[in-house]
């Protein structure tokens, strides 16, 4: 049966046609409104068109924050000649680590017994704006994918845009649910400051094209698999915060289990049960994030050396010794020597 829409009431029996019983129906109902496919195909007109204006929007305004302020200072495209700049700039001093990262916690004692029961709540505007780097920081690497393809080179302003969302992110995650070493609240900026916590990445001189295509999601399983098991809470829910822009979970490692969270929840207790953060466990919730950070920064596209399969705890990372050119010939090993953030 089929009929023009009418205001009223309506009924609809069902019956045999002399009436008698055993009646068995199976009906389905519906209403066919006409103005329902032109308006989805408005909407995702729409849609295709704010994307296109929103994109170099976006993109633009990532350029912006990456050029704000004074240059990071961590080193830039290198004359494979020597030791400077391109442009002869001399580069600062940073010792040579494991792998061309820096994840910096140091402990930030002492600290309150009960505070950590709610950062997460203090956190939530951090959680806002991470919200829509996130959105921004999908973009740029999306973005800078292209770029790295076509030119082998990842654009420089995206880079420190990027390098500036997960040093923000790493910041959040240290004052909350990845280490809660630290009760002085995360400043609201991409730009390094004197904070207890820092992240930072050498720029490449150049990336291969190849990579890129692949070293995000194959050639980073190994270590996929096995920070779900180091950090999976963490790891999975920081995972869908940056790339699926899910600001709500940042800093909570213990939604789906992992060793990262039982470190840091023993840490919570014994804080407030003795008032102490115990350094062991500070080390090796260091280690976890540090494994974490490097392997964030090869799937992101910052880096074309594969993360080590490496645990290394503590505050700071591991330097390896500068290797000598020129006339020094003192032999000094400086793997001792710690870098400060």
Do not use: C
């Amino acid at each position: 049966m089929r009929w023009e829409l009418q205001q009223g009431a309506w009924t609809a029996v069902v019956m045999n046609a002399d009436a008698a019983p055993g009646v068995s129906a199976d009906i389905q109902a519906g209403a066919r409104l006409t103005f329902v496919g032109p308006l989805a195909l408005s909407v995702l007109i729409g849609a295709v068109v704010f994307l296109i204006i929103g994109i170099p929007l976006i993109v633009a305004g990532a350029i912006g924050l990456g050029r704000h302020g004074p240059p990071q200072p961590h080193p830039v495209a290198r004359d494979a000649a020597d030791d400077t700049f391109a442009g002869g700039v001399t580069p600062p001093q940073v010792p040579w680590t494991v792998y061309p990262t820096r994840l910096v916690g140091e402990l930030d004692e002492p600290l309150s017994r009960w505070l950590w029961l709610v950062k997460w709540l203090l956190a939530i505007p951090h959680y806002l704006v991470l919200f829509f780097l996130g959105v921004a920081f999908v973009v740029t690497t999306l973005v800078s994918g292209f770029a790295i393809l076509f030119t082998a080179r990842y654009p420089r302003a995206l880079f420190d845009f990027g390098v500036g969302v997960l040093r923000w992110v790493w910041r959040v995650q240290f004052y909350t649910y990845s280490a809660l070493a630290t009760d002085r609240y995360p400043p609201f900026t991409l730009k390094r400051t004197d904070y207890p916590a820092d992240f930072d990445v050498d720029y490449p001189v150049r990336l291969s094209r190849g990579l890129v295509l692949v070293k995000w999601w194959l050639l980073a399983i190994p270590h996929y698999l096995i920070l779900a098991l180091l950090a999976g809470g963490w790891f999975g829910s920081w995972r869908a915060g940056a790339f699926a822009t899910d600001g709500a979970h940042y800093g909570r490692p213990w939604l789906l289990g992992s060793l990262l969270a039982l470190a840091v929840t023993f840490s919570a207790i014994a804080l407030l049960v003795t008032g102490r953060y115990p350094h062991g466990l500070f080390d090796f919730v260091m280690g976890i994030n540090r494994w974490a950070f490097r392997v964030a920064a090869y799937a992101t596209l910052m880096r074309d050396e594969y993360p080590p399969f490496r645990l290394d705890q503590g505050p700071f990372e591991p330097v390896e010794p500068r290797p000598h050119s020129g006339g020094d010939d003192s032999g000094a090993d400086t793997s001792s020597e710690r870098p400060r953030p």
